[in-house]
Nanobody, 126 residues
């Protein structure tokens, strides 16, 4: 079992930055891949970024590529999402997710992930 706790959300103006954190509690063998997802009101939850916890690969949605960076600190059991050059369309609830598998077929697909956090709100104003 894994528990995920997100933090770092907030309100920021367009062009600003935020860093989200996801603290991972529980068995390290149940979180071999980590992802960040987001869901805006009235929209489907979409994958934003993913990382294998061995550090071998990262994946990004086209909409955030070159603006967002996913990283991890294994000593702190924490995964981060650095978000730069934020846009109003980045406004959403952001969720951390953990998958038991490595080498996911679709690293940004919801069905790949076994555990989810409660989410942290990001609001970007123009």
């Amino acid at each position: 079992q894994v528990q995920l706790v997100e933090s770092g959300g907030g309100s920021v103006q367009a062009g600003g930055s935020l860093r989200l954190s996801c603290a991972v509690f529980g068995s390290p063998y149940s979180s071999n891949s980590m992802g960040w997802f987001r869901q805006a009101p009235g929209k489907e939850r979409e994958g934003v970024a993913s990382i294998y916890t061995d550090g071998s690969s990262t994946y990004y949605a086209d909409s955030v590529k070159d603006r967002f960076t996913i990283s991890q600190d294994n000593a702190k059991n924490t995964v981060y999402l650095q978000m730069n050059s934020l846009k109003p369309e980045d406004t959403a609830m952001y969720y951390c997710a953990a998958a038991e598998r490595f080498r996911l077929t679709s690293p940004l697909a919801r069905y790949e992930y076994n555990y989810w956090g409660q989410g942290t709100q990001v609001t970007v104003s123009s």
